[in-house]
């Protein structure tokens, strides 16, 4: 089993090796368990199907992440292998469905969203129990935040993924559904239409209000986060993983998690977005037979409650006892983003280019004050020509997979 996680969930290496020697015990078969560096989880998965020697297990992220080898024929369809039950329970999302059929499970939750400081709420006078949910209350909120002398929101994009999280979040706001998002991907909406930019015309708006702290281009984002953890700045995106170490340097009542403030009019506005990672088995396992039994063994409901007691993590499966979940904050992420409405992470479908030399490229701009939203759309619309162009076969693919989205 190669697997990744331990670096945004701290301790999920115990849950692994005590799931592996639990599987053995129960079966006699043994787990080599490898832990993946985060740079590596795509590039050695792939390389290591091409040259026919894949693990029998292989974590997966979400989304397009784990599609392209789908398409390369190195994923193997689950349906059929893994139980029904399983499989409709597991929690992999849709975006682990491609023509109808599955190739993840679940594996652990992850909500997407905005960790704000609760402390720092209190001390604007602003109610911390209360958080905004238009974008007007959230301007108000950063206009109290700032006259305390705090930094209002921000973070860190210098690697880029604030600004992805950015996208997920605002972008979203103007779609209807996921199917949406590829649409805009492969070209058949386009980006400089001013709904489809206006997330990042609010991101510019935000910045010239001075609400943001003024290096975030030069601060990763994990370093971004620290700000609000050690009281330097208010409001920040985050996700539910994370959480639990913010509540260790703050207090466990001392950080709130909200859905992004409102200003689209889309129907996924306002919607929390879930996201999980999850487990496959590549189509060249050795022993497929055995990786369809440990896929089953971690989705007993031992093993799926077994998660949320050793690592403090909300795991995937439906099937899970959400009465275990004794700190508030981390029960208020179950309640709004589990077992509520929710939304699949629509960046999970952006193609690599667009990734690095639009939406990168955007946010450290407009967060640079070099770059207006509408000049965003315009690069975004010339770079997903320039994908369109370099990738057909891709673009029939993303059309259908398109059609599995259409209906979430």
């Known amino acids: 089993m190669w697997w990744w996680g331990e670096q945004e969930a701290a301790g999920l290496q115990k849950w692994v090796d005590e799931t592996a020697q639990a599987f053995q015990d129960e079966t006699g078969t043994s787990v080599e368990t490898n832990l993946l560096d985060t740079g590596n989880v795509i590039s050695q998965f792939t390389d290591a199907a091409a040259a026919g020697k894949p693990p029998d297990v292989q974590f997966l992220w979400n989304g397009i992440y784990h599609m392209e080898n789908v398409w390369h024929g190195y994923v193997e369809p689950l349906n059929g292998l893994v139980s029904d039950e399983v499989l409709q329970t597991s929690g992999a999302t849709a975006l682990s ?57 921000g973070g860190g994009v210098k690697d880029g993924y604030f600004g992805e999280w950015w ?5 979203t706001q103007n779609l209807d559904s996921p199917a949406d998002a590829i649409s805009l991907f492969i070209g058949d909406l386009d980006w400089r239409e001013p709904r489809y930019h206006e997330h990042w015309t609010r991101l510019r708006e935000l910045r010239d209000l001075g609400f943001m702290n003024d290096d975030m281009n030069s601060l990763e984002l994990y370093q971004g986060i620290q700000l609000m953890d050690t009281n330097k700045l208010a409001i920040t995106l985050d996700v539910s993983t994370l959480l639990p170490a913010s509540q260790e340097q703050l207090g466990e009542d001392g950080v709130g998690f909200m859905v992004l403030p409102v200003f689209g009019t889309g129907k996924m506005a306002g919607i929390p977005l ?15 037979e055995g990786a369809v039994e440990f896929l089953e063994f971690v989705h007993t409901p031992e093993r799926v409650n077994r998660l949320w007691e050793l690592v403090q993590q909300i795991p995937a499966n439906e099937s899970f006892d959400p009465s275990l979940i004794t700190n508030p ?19 999970n479908l952006m193609p690599t280019l667009f990734w690095s030399d639009a939406m990168f490229v955007a946010s450290q701009k407009i967060l640079g004050g070099t770059m207006t939203g509408e000049e965003a759309g315009e690069l975004a619309q010339e770079i997903t020509e320039k994908w369109k162009a370099q990738n057909p076969d891709l673009v029939g693919n993303y059309a259908k997979w398109a059609e599995d989205l259409a209906a979430v």
């Open 97 to 153: 469905i491609f023509e109808g059929k599955q190739y993840r499970v679940g594996w652990y939750a992850i909500g997407m969203g905005v960790a704000y400081n609760k402390g720092l709420f209190e001390g604007a006078g602003l109610d911390p129990d209360a958080p905004p949910k238009t974008w007007d209350e959230l301007l108000d909120a950063c206009d109290k935040l700032k006259a305390s002398g705090v930094i209002p929101i």
């Open 167 to 171: 996208l997920g979040h605002a972008l």
């Open 274 to 288: 879930l996201d999980a990672q999850g487990l496959g088995i590549p189509s060249g396992a050795e022993n497929k």
């Open 329 to 347: 904050l981390v029960r208020q992420v179950y309640d709004t983003w589990v077992a509520s409405e929710h939304m699949p992470y629509p960046p």
